[in-house]
């Protein structure tokens, strides 16, 4: 077996190498290269620091990384690019400390958390691990700098990101109402994280004051001159609330408040983006659809739901090998062709109809068995309704064979 040492050395050899070329192509192509040479530099710096016990070594090529990911966030404002740069921030704040340097460390663990802090605040759900982190590295450096109140508040923090939704209610509700400028958009997102464990353990009623607080104060944090995550976050949540509402039987009371979440959604979605950035527009047009033909308005509901079908096939179709997109479109058409059914138009109605069953069929593993029965049963009417009852009933017979199985989670 090869010595560990004579391992950590031949990569230690392959990845300065590495990095020596990618230089050289960044400098022809910066765009081209960006990437792979703040990933080779990371591998570099990791490697010295982690395996070889070189800090001091390793510390350029971190800063360097660090560097280039602070430039490839000004030009791309994906979250991917930011968690990337928070996470170098955190870890060169550690081997600052590493190197004796905790003062120094300190203020990259704070941009990094900084950096964290606002996508936990849209998606607290999806970026509280992150956070958690960077709020650790934070306590451990304001620790070593002998702050202890301080470090115990970012590591109370953390812990209770990792914990239960209503302790994380208790401790954002807490720090808002002694400090609320800076502590106001963490409740909300608590809020919002709790109605969503509410909603999957399927306790909708119980949700319901959690959303609803929410709302309240993301509306009063996206006023005029907010930052563009701020009003995503509200018209995720009145998307959410009106959803709610209208899963408990309320679509009139949810209407105003998914009209305001497409309302913001058109504002957000610049005629040029690419589609994809669209689909939170799809998503909340086809609930407003949804909602007005809940209250008996299917005609009103109708050009939200064609909207809805074109920015749905518009990604598709960009996206092509991506097959969750073609999932979207499915529920889409279905959405259409009931519209279209209700409203007398089974000719019209035929084609969505039909190519929601088959693209229901084709993507089942996503969706499951029961939108495929939904969606056959839809289908089955259309038919009915043109006068064709043999293929009427073949689609109830399959729709009977599915309902037999085990449902499956979509």
């Not at 081997?95 to 605040?121: F, I, M, N, W």
């Amino acid at each position: 077996m090869i010595p560990a040492k004579v391992r950590w050395g031949r990569q230690l050899r392959a990845a300065r190498k590495t990095v020596a070329k990618e230089r050289g192509w960044f400098k022809d192509d910066p765009q081209g290269w960006r990437s792979a040479l703040t990933s080779s530099l990371t591998t570099l710096g990791n490697l010295l620091a982690e395996k070889l016990d070189r800090p001091a070594e390793a510390l350029p090529f971190l800063q360097e990384a660090v560097a280039l990911r602070r430039d490839k966030v000004e030009t791309d404002k994906h979250p991917h690019c930011r968690i990337e740069l928070a996470q170098s921030l955190s870890t060169l704040g550690e081997l600052q400390a590493q190197l004796g340097r905790p003062a120094e460390g300190l203020r990259y663990a704070e941009e990094a958390v900084d950096v964290c802090r606002p996508l936990a605040e849209t998606d607290l759900a999806r970026y509280r691990s992150d956070l958690a982190e960077c709020l650790r590295t934070l306590g451990d450096l304001l620790a070593a700098l002998d702050r202890p109140a301080a470090a115990q508040a970012a590591q109370d923090e953390a812990l209770a990101l990792e914990g239960e939704p209503e302790d994380l209610v208790a401790l954002y509700r807490g720090l808002a109402e002694a400090d609320p400028d800076r502590y106001r958009p963490a409740l909300a997102a608590s809020l919002y994280y709790g109605y969503d464990r509410l909603r999957r353990d399927d306790r909708p009623a119980e949700a319901l004051p959690f959303v609803e607080e929410a709302v309240a104060l993301r509306r009063g944090l996206a006023g005029a001159g907010a930052a563009a995550y701020r009003r995503i976050a509200l018209a995720e949540s009145l998307r959410a609330l009106g959803a709610l509402l209208g899963q408990l039987d309320r679509p009139a009371e949810a209407l105003p408040y998914v009209e305001e979440a497409v309302a913001l959604r058109r504002g957000l979605a610049e005629a040029d983006a690419p589609p994809r950035r669209r689909l939170a527009l799809a998503l909340s047009l086809r609930l407003l659809g949804r909602l007005l033909a809940q209250l008996d308005r299917p005609a009103e509901a109708l050009p939200f739901a064609r909207e809805a079908v074109g920015l749905w096939r518009g990604v598709a179709e960009s996206q092509a090998e991506d097959r969750r997109y073609e999932a979207g479109l499915a529920i889409s058409l279905h959405t259409l062709g009931e519209l279209l059914a209700q409203l007398d138009r089974p000719a019209e109605a035929l084609p969505f109809a039909q190519e929601a069953v088959d693209l229901h069929r084709a993507r089942i593993t996503l969706l499951g068995n029961r939108n495929l029965t939904g969606a056959l049963h839809t289908l089955a009417e259309v038919l009915t309704a043109l006068d064709r009852p043999a293929e009427a009933q073949a689609a109830r017979d399959e729709a009977a064979a599915l309902e037999k199985t085990e449902p499956e989670a979509p």
